[in-house]
């Protein structure tokens, strides 16, 4: 049973930075293409950025492109997501996802098997 736990999430002022940590245990963290999700009060989920089984590849939304950076350790069998220049409608709920889709970057919720309890990450303006 592949378990994921996010941390890092906390208030912080916008222009501000955090780094979001999702620790996999279970499985081997390189067995899967891996994904960060967002979900504020009274949206849908939506996709932040997805990272290939290597680190090779990634891929952005369009709202955090150029301020958000993701990267996995598979050694440490964590994943990460550097948010920098922080703004207020960044305030969500954050998860991170695990696909068995591994060779190909997905960044539709439908296709993530494993999910994380999520991570709150506010920011004040």
């Known amino acids: 049973q592949v378990q994921l736990v996010e941390s890092g999430g906390r208030l912080v002022q916008a222009g501000g930075s955090l780094r979001l940590s999702c620790a996999v245990s279970?499985?081997?963290?390189?067995?899967?293409?891996m994904a960060w999700f967002r979900q504020a009060p009274g949206k849908e989920r939506e996709f932040v950025a997805t990272i290939s089984w290597s680190g090779g590849s990634t891929h952005y939304a369009d709202s955090v492109k150029d301020r958000f950076s993701i990267s996995r350790d598979n050694a440490k069998n964590t994943m990460y997501l550097q948010m920098n220049s922080l703004k207020p409608e960044d305030t969500a709920a954050y998860y991170c996802?695990?696909?068995?889709?591994?060779?190909?970057?997905?960044?539709?919720?439908?296709?993530?098997?494993?999910w994380g309890q999520g991570t709150q990450v506010t920011v004040s303006s």
């Open positions: 279970g499985r081997t963290l390189s067995d899967y293409g």
């Open positions: 996802a695990a696909t068995d889709v591994k060779h190909t970057l997905v960044v539709v919720t439908a296709l993530y098997n494993y």
